[in-house]
């Protein structure tokens, strides 16, 4: 199954994906119906054509995002670091997140804006201090995200949180993907994110090092996951930082990122 967060109308809708057609569910966006929102009956939603919808990030407002640093082995390497014992997390903030082909803004505050191609687990229950079992059931499938960073502002300090969490910068979406059709709870999905049809990143999801289930049971163990919370799981090997020369962002691009069986994201970048 596929669901979606589309805008109609001026209001967010949440939509199940049926082929060619979306079928709108009568809540205002996914993480409402992953926190147990009542949702019309399928056959007899309004429907709208797949074609030219526009997607809203697909949980507007999740209680949190947990993102992964260091986590394919290849962009461990390209970033010269040593493979870590434990994940390594830093949060975004909601107001970082757009649609799945919104505008990415680069900041006027940063010269090195880069992209991360990721794969990100979206939670469909409560879950603290999970167990495998209990992980595998938390997630309620998959989505795509691009962690778009200002590396002059990560690396100011050893903390990255400001480098990670400027408005309008982090498009997800544009559907979750239930982990029945993606292989289960561990996929092994082809992901890559191209700048102006050049790929820049190209890896599988296989590599993790820490999977979708182990970030879960970590995560959970110190707070609790929501329905609609977000995991993003690391980005691969390829950022504009780790190039020689480097290679950033400037505005007028155009970055897809995508993942087998999940989807796809197309965002152009303006200058903010």
Known sequence: MKL????????TTAVRVEGDVLVDLGVPDVGAVLAGAAVADGKEGTEYALAG???APLVPQPSKVVCVGLNYRNHIREMGRDLPEYPTLFSKFSDTLIGAYDDIVRPAETSEFDWEAELAVVIGQQVRRADEETAIAAIAGFTVLNDVTCRDWQFRTREWLQGKNWDSTTPVGPWLVTPDEVGGPRPALDIQCSVNDQ?????NTGDLLFDPVDLVRYVSTMIRLNPGDLIATGTPGGVGHARKPQI?????E????QIEGIGRLENHVTAG
């Open 4 to 11: 979606a967060t589309v805008r109609v109308d001026g209001r």
């Open 248 to 252: 950033f962002l400037r505005g007028g």
């Open 254 to 257: 155009t970055v897809v990122t």
């Open 199 to 203: 790929v820049m990143q190209k890896d």
């Open 53 to 55: 919808a526009d997607f």
